[in-house]
C-alpha cells in the first residue's frame, strides 16, 4: 500500500508560554474504486498493538487524531463489508501534524499472478488447505473437521485469500 506521508510543522501554542507534548495526525482516505463515500470509515490508532486513540472519517474520506505522544504508530481502518487495512510505521512528533493520503481499500495482496501459489512465513509452499467462504454444509463442515478446509467466513469481499496454511495458522 502506497501512502504519502506529509509533515507539517506547527505550533500548537505560543512557544514561550506552552510546552506541549502531543502531536496531531489527519488524514485523506482516497480511492476510485468504492461505489459509496468513504464517511464512517473507522480509524484506529494503535501502538504496540493497544489501540491508544480512534477517529472515523467525514463524508470526504477526512480524518484527524490529537493528543497523540511522539512515537510511531500502526492504524487500522475498518469499514463493514471491507477487509481490514493497515497502515505501519506512522511517525508522529511533538508539535506538529503528520499528514497521510491513504488510498482505500489498497490493493489486494491476495491476487496470484499465472495461478502461483503464495508463500508463507518461512516460505514454503505446501501444506496449504483451500479457504472456503459462505454458509457451510454438512460436506464442508466435515471436510473442516478433518483438516481439509478452512472456514472462511460468509461475508466475500472480492479480495479474500484463497489458502490457508495450518503450520503458521495464517490465511495467504
Request: glycine content about 10%; some cysteine.
Amino acid at each position: 500500500m502506497f501512502v504519502k506521508i506529509h509533515v507539517i510543522l506547527a505550533l500548537l501554542c505560543f512557544p514561550t508560554s506552552c510546552f506541549s507534548q502531543y502531536g496531531q495526525l489527519q488524514g485523506q482516505l482516497v480511492s476510485s474504486q468504492l461505489d459509496r463515500d468513504i464517511q464512517g470509515v473507522t480509524i484506529l490508532v494503535k501502538q504496540d498493538s493497544i489501540v491508544v486513540r480512534g477517529a472515523s472519517t467525514d463524508k470526504t474520506g477526512a480524518f484527524r487524531v490529537e493528543g497523540l505522544h511522539p512515537g510511531i504508530y500502526s492504524l487500522a481502518l475498518l469499514l463493514v463489508g471491507y477487509r481490514t487495512e493497515t497502515v505501519e510505521s506512522v511517525s508522529v512528533s511533538k508539535d506538529t501534524i503528520t499528514s497521510l493520503t491513504i488510498p482505500y481499500p489498497g490493493p489486494c495482496k491476495y491476487i496470484y499472478p499465472n495461478g502461483a501459489l503464495p508463500a508463507c512465513v518461512d516460505g514454503h509452499k505446501d501444506h496449504f488447505i483451500p479457504i472456503a467462504y459462505g454458509f457451510p454444509g454438512k460436506r464442508t463442515m466435515k471436510k473442516a473437521k478433518l483438516g481439509e478446509v478452512h472456514l472462511g467466513g460468509c461475508q466475500i469481499s472480492g479480495c479474500d485469500p484463497k489458502y490457508y496454511c495450518p503450520i503458521h495458522n495464517k490465511q495467504l
